[in-house]
T-cell receptor, first 112, second 112 residues
Framework: EAQVTQNPRYLITVTGKKLTVTCSQNMNHEYMSWYRQDPGLGLRQIYYSMNVEVTDKGDVPEGYKVSRKEKRNFPLILESPSPNQTSLYFC???????????FGPGTRLTVL | QQQVKQSPQSLIVQKGGIPIINCAYENTAFDYFPWYQQFPGKGPALLIAIRPDVSEKKEGRFTISFNKSAKQFSLHIMDSQPGDSATYFCAASLTGFQKLVFGTGTRLLVSP
């Protein structure tokens, strides 16, 4: 089944404790992206990747890191999480940047 | 110039009604306008999309109307059903641009 998977689905952590949210797609898509969703703000892009080893900042990259060492994986790293990073995070992939984006199920992160 | 403004924030209609969600954009170079539907606990999924060479696109009960001169586009849901209750996001992009810009979302409730 074609899909985007994210892990974990729920995470509660404390300020400053490094964490990684994994994202994997099995559709051989070139383009992958991370978004955060906050009430009243919609979906805002954090980082995107056009292909392996090619990443760039989206609208809200501060406090986040990404890497794209393999085509299928695009982990999101929070090196020192803060409470303002409490949010619902989505990974998405598409064949190319303006094609249909397929979203993962989301990761709800709470930073205490 | 990269913003997409979406209204209303929330909408309640009775079953069989025709909810209309509106979006406005500023960047006249945008050439791809998708709508995404999100159910609670799920990631957004593409519902319907339009390019500016047509003024209307219909897929089943969902119709996009596009007004290039006014820089506006809207989603109409004909004969709405309780199962259409979801959050709807409009978005915009342009070929070669590396990201999709989302509106802030509209929470639709269709009452039985």
């Amino acid at each position: 089944e074609a899909q985007v998977t994210q892990n974990p689905r729920y995470l509660i952590t404390v300020t400053g404790k490094k964490l990684t949210v994994t994202c994997s797609q099995n559709m051989n898509h070139e383009y992958m992206s991370w978004y955060r969703q906050d009430p009243g703000l919609g979906l805002r892009q954090i980082y995107y990747s056009m292909n392996v080893e090619v990443t760039d900042k989206g609208d809200v990259p501060e406090g986040y890191k990404v890497s794209r060492k393999e085509k299928r994986n695009f982990p999101l790293i929070l090196e020192s999480p803060s409470p303002n990073q409490t949010s619902l995070y989505f990974c998405a992939s598409s064949l190319y940047n303006t094609d249909t984006q397929y979203f993962g199920p989301g990761t709800r992160l709470t930073v205490l | 110039q990269q913003q997409v403004k979406q209204s209303p924030q929330s909408l309640i209609v009775q079953k069989g009604g025709i909810p209309i969600i509106n979006c406005a954009y500023e960047n006249t170079a945008f050439d791809y306008f998708p709508w995404y539907q999100q159910f609670p606990g799920k990631g957004p999924a593409l519902l319907i999309a339009i390019r500016p060479d047509v003024s209307e696109k219909k897929e089943g009960r969902f119709t996009i109307s596009f007004n290039k001169s006014a820089k506006q586009f809207s989603l109409h849901i004909m004969d709405s059903q309780p199962g259409d209750s979801a959050t709807y996001f409009c978005a915009a992009s342009l070929t070669g641009f590396q990201k999709l810009v989302f509106g802030t979302g509209t929470r639709l409730l269709v009452s039985p």
